[in-house]
């Protein structure tokens, strides 16, 4: 396989020693609107030079990557993220679990800038936010958790890959407005940014409550009293610009909290009930055990045993 035939890898193995038998890389999708590759990496490597051009937004499917952005700057990259990476980022990259039975695969897209201008556009005339407007943040790195996302780039991976690969007409632009949106719903949950707004939406401002005071938000009437706006209206302008609804946002708040406290002390799980805003701890371990697929002292022993 040539390698020097894929643009957005093709840089990753000029200046380091590598068996090409234990690479898998290739171009999936070329337009001139984005191009979609599929990586599969068959045993561990390290420091691996890359170079990307166009912003890049990539899904670990499988395993996971020791992300180097400078000496003193890196991060674990695990399956089920999204790495968003800005124009011209340059990275080292290791791969340390990757093996023949369980190899390293990743989908990375590489999207032409103007086209992400010109979706954000569109849907700021034809969706538009509550005294704000869609934009998408690309220009720091970030590191994104979601299912939603998660499963949009396995529908990608699935149909490009597949043997009896059928793609309708519309298929690029349906699946990366589809994809675009969700990132865009995901950074204002994890990644609120009011400095960047003249005028902050009313949702945006209340994310900013609910995040650092999740304990203290008790229910819906609170925050439509604060927003002054219907229960309808409301759920509506969450949906659309955060993709869930404020009461399953207020919950995935205050268990990212409940997570905080148990990651720095051992106090018993029914006081981390209380100070994450729950009143019933036997609710707050049901949930707890639904997000997380653990419950809350499993998931506090865990941390222990790590340490």
């Not at 939406?201 to 999740?214: G, H, K, T, Y």
């Not at 909290?257 to 701890?281: Q, W």
Request: proline share 6%; aromatic share 10%; net charge neutral.
């Amino acid at each position: 396989m040539n390698f020097n035939s894929f643009p957005l890898f093709s840089n990753i193995f000029q200046h380091s020693k590598i068996n090409h038998e234990f690479v898998e890389s290739h171009s999936i999708w070329k337009t001139e609107t984005c191009e979609i590759f599929f990586t599969e990496i068959h045993e561990p490597m390290y420091q691996i030079p890359v170079a990307f051009s166009n912003p890049v937004f990539s899904n670990i499917i499988n395993g996971q990557k020791l992300i180097e952005i400078d000496p003193q700057n890196s991060f674990l990259f695990n399956k089920n993220q999204t790495l968003l990476l800005p124009k011209n980022s340059h990275l080292k990259i290791d791969f340390p679990e990757a093996t023949t039975k369980q190899p390293t695969q990743c989908t990375s897209i590489s999207i032409n800038p103007d086209f992400l201008m010109k979706r954000a556009e569109i849907l700021n005339e034809k969706a538009p936010k509550l005294n704000s407007e869609w934009n998408l943040n690309i220009q720091e790195l970030s590191l994104l958790n979601s299912n939603k996302i998660n499963q949009i780039f396995r529908r990608i991976t699935r149909d490009l890959l597949h043997p009896k690969k059928i793609i309708t007409e519309n298929w690029e632009e349906s699946q990366l407005d589809t994809l675009l949106i969700a990132i865009m719903q995901q950074q204002n949950r994890e990644l609120p940014n009011l400095k960047s707004q003249k005028t902050p939406s009313i949702i945006q401002s209340l994310v900013s409550f609910i995040r650092e005071n999740p304990e203290k938000t008790g229910n819906l009437d609170q925050l439509c009293n604060q927003a002054c706006m219907s229960p309808s209206t409301l759920y509506r302008y969450f949906k659309r610009e955060l993709g869930i609804s404020p009461i399953e946002f207020i919950i995935e708040q205050k268990i990212s909290k409940a997570k905080n406290i148990l990651s720095s002390s051992l106090i018993p799980i029914k006081e981390v009930s209380y100070l994450s805003g729950f009143e019933d701890s036997n609710y707050f371990i049901r949930l707890f055990k639904k997000h997380e697929g653990i419950t809350p002292k499993q998931y506090q022993q865990s941390l222990v045993k790590e340490c």
